[in-house]
């Protein structure tokens, strides 16, 4: 399996507060990744990263930012969390644009 | 945009039965495209991927699948399914040379009966 953590894996938060999500990996791959997976919808692209401070939005971005200062580190921060951004979070990493790796995943409940 | 459909959004069948699983997108040009499955619980594993060369890609657990350019599909099958497959299968696809951006299907779910 790729080396790849998420912290926190489950996390209670209320609406209006900040949360940040790490995703790690030891591969030293190039290409990272955020998901959320929603009921009905699949997994849907937030955020990716080409390379260290290098980034861009996803399909569903309003209301994420994301940060890489390393390359083995991509942070994914709701400024203001809303109980529309409850969802379980996927991190996922690759080296050459084919085939990408998950980890395990955060769920999260903003109430 | 791209888009991938999945047809069946929950798939019943029996133990050792064989079982396929719908995939269609929508691009027209060139693609790679991708199955994963997801335990319950659990992150999402690669079974198995089409980036170039033969129609017909065999993956991991006994699964293959074909890709179609003509009708744009690529459907996943298992000849004889065991009680160990029930889980969420995800057809996704990207351009290649364009960061790897997967577009997920809506997910299937296969529920394998004793």
């Known amino acids: 399996d790729a080396g790849i953590t998420q912290s926190p894996r489950h996390k209670v938060t209320e609406t209006g507060t900040p949360v940040t999500l790490r995703c790690h990996q030891t591969e030293n791959h190039r290409y990272m990744y955020w998901y959320r997976q929603d009921p009905g919808h699949g997994l849907r692209l937030i955020h990716y990263?080409?390379?260290?401070?290098?980034?861009d939005k996803g399909e569903v971005s309003d209301g994420y930012s994301v940060s890489r200062s390393k390359t083995e580190d991509f942070l994914l921060t709701l400024e203001s969390a809303t109980s529309s951004q409850t969802s379980v979070y996927f991190c996922?990493?690759?080296?050459?644009?084919?085939?990408?790796?998950f980890g395990p995943g955060t769920r999260l409940l903003v109430l | 945009a791209q888009s991938v459909t999945q047809l069946d959004s929950q798939v019943p069948v029996f133990e050792e039965a064989p079982v396929e699983l719908r995939c269609n997108y929508s691009s027209s040009v060139s693609v790679y495209l991708f199955w994963y499955v997801q335990y319950p619980n659990q992150g999402l594993q690669l079974l198995l991927k089409y980036l170039s060369g033969s129609t017909l890609v065999k993956g991991i657990n006994g699964f293959e699948a074909e890709f179609n350019k003509s009708q744009t599909s690529f459907h996943l099958r298992k000849p004889s399914v065991h009680i160990s497959d029930t889980a969420e299968y995800f057809c996704a696809v990207s351009d290649p040379g364009n960061t790897g951006k997967l577009i997920f299907g809506q997910g299937t779910t296969l529920q394998v009966k004793p």
């Open positions: 990263s080409y390379g260290v401070k290098d980034t």
């Open positions: 996922a990493i690759s080296e050459a644009q084919e085939t990408q790796y």
